[in-house]
């Protein structure tokens, strides 16, 4: 039987396997081996990034680290540096984007994420190697298929899956290697209170989507008033979550945060954007662990806020305890160091045996398939590039009409808004020519009425006038009949007979 293929143990809470160490392994500092004999290993480890603060990026940090404390020589390489390289270097540990800047071959590679991971083994194709799945989802973590890699580690069993269902890779190189927690960092804090009362959402997706809102709004109604959150997404990054987690009774987090927040005595509800898995437990811990606390044990519940608010009433305090030491004791680093330095050691034995030593032009024509392979998506990235680019330039062009546009209807705006003045004006106008026709025809009106009554006036009048002129005739007419009578008078002999008698009375009137 190959020495790989030997039974490990199964519990889900053993992060390291059960296997017996190699006769010419020991560890080093505190260890049964003297200074003597202690060679350390030149360990370059392989990342997509060295950039933000994200799970594998953590692990190449807490990894280097680790072995850097025992003696060994760790270097990582990423074609993405940042912020954790710059964590790394000041830390005294090599950091390169180039690996002709490496003028001494590592003893071991430590691959993770294919593209940088092949990079290295086809730049050392004599050194032993192994690959490291941390992600069942992410492109960045396919397992690439190298004669090279003598050894194929997951995460978790999901990730095992992943590896177990590639075409090229053996399944008796495959092992499950589970997450772990630095407890020198990582402190368990005091005992828990018998309600929660303060609550943290660790996550780097948490931002402003809904289930951020269900959290709250269940931990509110729970009687949690201090709810706070932690991550990139939500813009507030935390170097040293160790530093803050001990506030905390009760933490929402998936995966690494999830772990680490168990390890520092926290009640744990396993939440993401993704899903719900819910309060982790002492029934549940074993198979939640086994799952890495991530994706698939997310698919049971729904993220809403009836069901947070259930899942937080189930909060026992004596019971995380219980969880937060079984972490404690199974997901210690330095014990996933032990392992690592087993499977080091045991790669660089068999290479120097000839046991798992490909022929170089093996690897050669697994690096031509594996570009092969890689070619699609390259081609399709410059493809998208290129179609992007040309979006981008015929962006800038009908920006550019647009721009043309916004400053010809700005100008037809200004004219409208001059049209719509003289408009307002014309309609003021229009508005007093109204109200003057208005007053003018009441005034008509008014004039028609006056005339009318003028008219009415006149009509009698003129009646009037015609009855004064039949008078005046009538009169007129007794005037030359009395003249007529008086001249007949006149003329009459009585009338002359009498004229002494007329002047007699005058003369008498004088007297």
């Not at 404390?69 to 390289?85: I, T």
């Amino acid at each position: 039987m190959n020495r790989w293929s030997a039974a490990w143990s199964t519990s889900p809470l053993t992060s390291t396997c059960a296997r017996p160490a190699p006769p010419r392994f020991a560890r080093h500092w505190g260890c049964a081996m003297s200074e003597a004999t202690f060679k350390p290993l030149r360990v370059l480890i392989t990342n997509n990034t060295l950039g933000g603060r994200a799970g594998s990026e953590l692990y190449v940090r807490d990894l280097a680290l680790a072995l850097l404390r025992r003696g060994h020589l760790p270097v990582a390489y990423s074609s993405q540096l940042g912020e954790v390289a710059e964590e790394l270097r000041r830390a005294t540990i090599p950091v390169i984007d180039d690996l002709n800047a490496l003028n001494i071959p590592p003893d071991v590679i430590h691959g993770q994420h294919h593209l940088d991971a092949v990079t290295a083994m086809l730049h050392f194709p004599r050194v032993p190697a192994l690959y490291i799945c941390h992600g069942w989802l992410p492109w960045e973590e396919i397992p690439p298929v190298l004669p090279a890699i003598g050894r194929y580690l997951a995460v978790d069993d999901l990730c095992l899956e992943r590896l177990l269902t590639t075409p090229g890779i053996p399944p008796e190189r495959c092992e499950v290697l589970y997450n772990f927690v630095d407890l020198q960092r990582f402190k368990q804090r005091s005992a828990l209170p018998e309600r929660p009362r303060s609550a943290l959402i660790f996550s780097n997706y948490a931002a402003g989507q809904p289930t951020l809102e269900a959290m709250r709004n269940a931990c509110h109604r729970a009687g949690i008033e201090q709810v706070d959150v932690v991550g990139i997404g939500s813009g507030n990054s935390v170097k040293e979550p160790a530093q803050i987690l001990g506030n905390y009774d009760l933490v929402f987090a998936k995966a690494r945060a999830a772990l680490e927040a168990m390890a520092s005595g926290c009640a744990v509800m396993v939440a993401d954007q993704v899903g719900l898995a819910g309060m982790v437990d002492s029934d549940n811990l074993a198979e939640l662990r086994r799952l890495n606390f991530g994706v698939r044990s997310m698919q049971r519940l729904p993220l809403d806020e009836e069901t947070l608010l259930a899942q937080i009433n189930r909060y026992d305090s004596q019971d995380a305890r219980r969880v937060s030491d079984r972490i404690r004791q199974d997901a210690d680093m330095e014990r996933v160091v032990d392992r690592w330095l087993q499977i080091y050691t045991q790669l660089i034995e068999d290479s120097a045996e000839g046991d798992n030593t490909p022929p170089l032009q093996s690897q050669l024509q697994a690096g031509a398939a594996y570009l092969r392979w890689l070619a699609p998506t390259i081609k399709k990235q410059y493809q998208t590039a290129h179609h992007a680019a040309q979006a981008q330039r015929d962006l800038a062009h009908v920006q550019g009409q647009v721009h043309q546009l916004t400053e010809q209807l700005d100008g037809h705006q200004t004219q409208w808004a001059a049209l719509e003045r003289h408009c307002q004006h014309l309609q003021s106008l229009l508005n007093e020519g109204e109200q003057r026709a208005q007053h003018l025809q009441a005034s008509l009106t008014e004039q028609e009425l006056h005339g009318q009554q003028l008219e009415n006036q006149l009509a009698t009048q003129e009646l009037h006038g015609q009855r004064w002129q039949t008078l005046a005739s009538e009169r007129e007419l007794h005037l030359r009949k009395v003249e007529a009578d008086l001249a007949e008078v006149l003329d009459s002999r009585t009338w002359r007979a009498l004229a002494p008698y007329r002047r007699l009375r005058r003369w008498l009137r004088k007297g």
